[in-house]
């Protein structure tokens, strides 16, 4: 059993939080984590001696109250009511520090200070699984757009940019008519998926909606219900960025429609290599059409092209060096493949037997052929946006991926654990409202030239502890309870003070 052990080193006490175990008959100590300055150290203020103040239990304390101070800013507390603010919210903060099962969140409830924000004395596994049936029947939607119009108050979000991208998780219940065997973003075939859409705003990445569908429903599919979605959310026009898994006609004939202009990914299709079939390449590599993003950087031309009824251009990139590198792989690869036609031809991979003729010579038309479209990648865009302005907005499209991968990994999305469909849906909206927290954070950080990861952040605040004391010989031999917060080191106070500039330390 765990107890609080006092350390005294250079003159000063410390607190340790203990276990004793046994080791070949003898009973030894381990160390479980350290809890920082003995609040016994700065009692200077109280009437009482040290001695006269026993440390009842101590509780994490610093990323506790940073996340409920946010989580009072975009006012969660009233949007989810009374009867289920208190265990969803325990479950979102569990989802942005240390979360692992809803089981599990129960036992951590009480290692936290949770009991005294949240004003309950406990949380169990069934109130959390309660709270989940009881979450499900809310309205998403209205829960969305409370978020997203709280998050553009506090960061003064312009509205005119949106980035939409779909993701998979997979689900490990069987009794959810959601989940569909499919394969996941990992490339894993024969898992059971649920498909997830996500809305942002293209300049911050502040979450608008998200969605949850079948896992067998094309990306496409989605996009056309998300259109519909932007609209209800009070996101009516501007500019939609997408990826190329996503751009149909159907998609930029009803975003023209609607008012909107788009920024899309396209294909390598029938009507693109039509319209690319008599370019110069060659032409391409000078310093006027250069585009740097990030490490990469491309030779990009634009020329007229039309989608449907829709008029605009497309935007070529060339990436020369990605194209010098799969032509020396294929080159290679060739090579070797030659090698074992003769003598060995099963182990040929049969996309490389189109580079050979009937005798088993290299076809230098057929990798000229492949050659020509190495390195390129294709933009369709009905927006007046110069080639560097459609480079940067479309791969600004990255904050999208940022945001699922916070929410399968900080959030804890993937796996599902649960079985129904109601309870699953609910799940993902409890990471959706953690991933308006963390984008909080995110934003603040960013704001002070942090750009470490928030949950990073969060966790070098777990050392803040909130110490619960109990006074052995006061008058009238009563107990009376104190609290003390040990010592914050200055890193802690800065970080506190700009991610939660509410709190009063």
Not at 365 to 378: I, T
């Amino acid at each position: 059993m765990a107890f609080i052990r006092k350390i005294r080193r250079n003159g000063k006490t410390y607190l340790a939080e203990v276990e004793n175990y046994r080791s070949d008959g003898k009973v030894k100590q381990r160390h479980i984590k350290y809890l920082g300055l003995d609040p016994d150290s700065d009692l200077s203020h109280l009437s009482f001696c040290s001695s006269d103040l026993s440390v009842s239990s101590v509780k994490v304390h610093g990323p506790i109250i940073v996340l409920e101070s946010i989580a009072r800013e975009l006012d969660l507390f009233n949007l989810l009511g009374n009867k289920i603010s208190a265990p969803i919210l325990t479950l979102v903060f569990a989802h942005c520090l240390d979360y692992k099962s809803v089981l599990e969140t129960e036992n951590w409830f009480k290692k936290t200070d949770l009991s005294t924000i949240m004003r309950v004395d406990k949380i169990t596994s069934n109130q959390l699984y309660e709270s989940l049936e009881e979450l499900s029947k809310c309205d998403f939607e209205f829960i969305e757009k409370s978020i997203f119009e709280k998050l553009t108050d506090i960061f003064e979000q312009d509205e005119s940019g949106v980035i939409y991208d779909g993701t998979n998780t997979h689900c490990l219940g069987s009794l959810s008519s959601l989940a569909k065997k499919g394969k996941d973003k990992e490339g894993v075939r024969g898992r059971k998926i649920i498909q997830i859409g996500l809305g942002v705003t293209k300049k911050l990445g502040l979450p608008i909606f998200h969605q949850v569908h079948e896992g067998n429903i094309h990306d496409t599919k989605m996009f056309n219900e998300a259109i519909l979605k932007f609209n209800s959310m009070g996101v009516k026009s501007g500019l939609s960025v997408f990826d190329r898994g996503i751009t149909s006609t159907e998609c930029i004939s009803k975003l023209t429609k609607l008012g909107w202009k788009c920024l899309a990914g396209l294909q390598n299709h029938k009507g693109v290599k039509s319209a690319i079939s008599n370019l110069d390449f060659e032409s391409m590599d000078n310093f006027k059409n250069m585009v740097i993003q990030g490490d990469t950087k491309f030779f990009v031309k634009s020329i007229p092209f039309q989608i449907g009824q829709t008029k605009g251009k497309l935007i070529i990139l060339q990436n020369y060096l990605k194209k010098q590198k799969i032509k020396i792989e294929r080159m290679a690869s060739i090579d070797r493949a030659r090698d074992l036609l003769n003598d060995r031809p099963e182990l040929v991979d049969d996309t490389l037997l189109k580079y050979f003729n009937s005798n088993n010579k290299i076809n230098i038309h057929a990798v000229n052929r492949a050659e020509k479209y190495d390195g390129l990648s294709f933009l369709f865009t009905n927006a007046k946006l110069n080639q560097k302005q459609a480079v940067e907005y479309y791969f600004a499209k990255d904050i999208v991926e940022r945001c699922f991968r916070t929410a399968k990994s900080s959030l804890s999305l993937r796996p599902i654990r649960l079985v129904h469909d109601h309870k699953i849906r609910a799940h993902i909206m409890v990471c959706y409202i953690g991933l308006a927290l963390l984008t909080t954070v995110r934003l603040r950080l960013n704001k002070a030239a942090i750009h470490t990861e928030p949950s990073a952040v969060l966790k070098s605040l777990e050392t803040i502890f909130k110490v619960y004391l109990i006074g052995t010989k006061t008058k009238g031999n009563l107990r009376f309870p104190f609290t003390k917060v040990n010592t914050l080191s200055n890193t802690q106070k800065k970080l506190i003070k700009i991610i939660a500039p509410n709190i009063e330390m």
